[in-house]
């Protein structure tokens, strides 16, 4: 059996007092000065991961329905310091958040555009919304489509996707019991026609329209249109029996341009003619109407009585009968 006898005791030299006072003050030192570089570290680590969880909102009420199927939030830091944040939410409910504290500027809009795109996305004041060129604009011929008087400069682009959206140039963002409330409202207008009692519409096969004197793109930090005017075009619809509709979604227009706005209709018949109706006429002047809609954001122009002109081809062949206009070429023939 192993003996249980005493541990035994090692015994060490003891310094000169002189000595061990040096010592101890070099030890102290030395032990003050890792606990001060410890915590100074530990405490950049910490200011290097610390964030805070944000909850944010949106209240739709402003919007209608159907809602967006998903919002985009970009966080703008004021303090140069921190990055610009981007996030995306599926569905209009909000979410948490994790992000750098501090105080941002913030722009909220609705992702499920296809016909918008976004320019200089890196500054809350410069992030901009514009329209691209529409592909429906050239005749059968390869000319360019007539377009309405005083907009021959214009670009002929798509209409933009509706959208709803909002802005906030500084808030603070700086503990977890925060919550972002963002209440959306309508970044585009609505502006539709409606044409009755159109003759001879049974030989439309396609029919388009276009607007003047609109914008083509939106200041997204506080929902200004741009300067720049265009002519916006969209696709019509024909009843096939006396009346044809339509809707253009737009960034509205700006005053200081001094465009008019004028609807004009593209109708393709079916003996593969194209018709460009409105034109000069006055009832399809739209700029009265939109000019003293204010913020309303939906105008109706309704045109009563339209002739569409007869086809020159009755059995809608495609061919026509009439070789008034055809060149006589005298060609001699070796027999």
Not at 149 to 167: K, N, V, W
Not at 179 to 188: G, Y
Not at 283 to 298: I, N, P, V, W, Y
Request: hydrophobic share 35%.
């Amino acid at each position: 059996m192993a003996s249980q006898g005493l541990k035994p005791i090692h015994v060490t030299a003891i310094p000169s007092a002189v000595t061990c006072r040096a010592t101890i003050i070099a030890a102290l030192l030395a032990i003050l000065s890792a606990i001060g570089c410890s915590k100074s570290d530990a405490a950049g680590d910490d200011v290097m991961d610390y964030t805070v969880s944000v909850n944010v909102t949106f209240d739709m009420r402003y919007v209608g329905n159907p809602p967006p199927a998903g919002m985009s939030l970009f966080l703008y830091p004021i303090d140069e310091s921190l990055e610009a944040r981007r996030f995306d939410f599926k569905g209009v409910t909000g979410g948490k958040i994790d992000i750098k504290p501090g105080r941002y500027s913030v722009i909220c809009y609705n992702n499920d555009t296809h016909g918008v795109d976004f320019r200089n996305t890196g500054r809350y004041d410069t992030h901009e919304a514009y329209t691209r060129p529409s592909t429906v604009i050239q005749s059968p011929d390869g000319n360019n489509l007539p377009v309405a008087p005083g907009a021959e400069d214009e670009q002929l682009l798509i209409c933009p996707d509706p959208m709803t959206g909002t802005s906030i140039s500084n808030v603070s963002l700086k503990s977890n019991d925060v919550t972002l409330a963002l209440q959306p409202r309508r970044l585009t207008d609505t502006y539709r026609y409606e044409i009755t009692d159109v003759t001879n519409i049974g030989r439309v096969t396609s029919v388009f329209a276009s607007i003047s004197g609109m914008t083509s793109s939106l200041l997204l930090c506080d929902g200004n249109p741009g300067s720049e005017c265009a002519t916006l075009v969209g696709e019509s619809v024909s009843d096939g029996m006396s009346r044809i509709t339509g809707e253009f979604v737009t960034f509205r227009h700006d005053n200081g341009c001094n465009a008019s706005h004028h609807l004009m209709l593209y109708v393709w018949t079916d003996d593969g003619k194209l018709h460009c109706l409105g034109g000069s006429d006055t009832r399809f002047d739209m700029t009265e109407k939109l000019h003293q809609s204010g913020e309303s954001g939906s105008v109706t122009l309704t045109v009563s009585g339209l002739e569409i002109p007869q086809s020159d081809d009755p059995e809608g062949t495609g061919y026509t009968h009439d070789i008034d206009d055809w060149s006589i070429i005298d060609t001699d023939i070796d027999i």
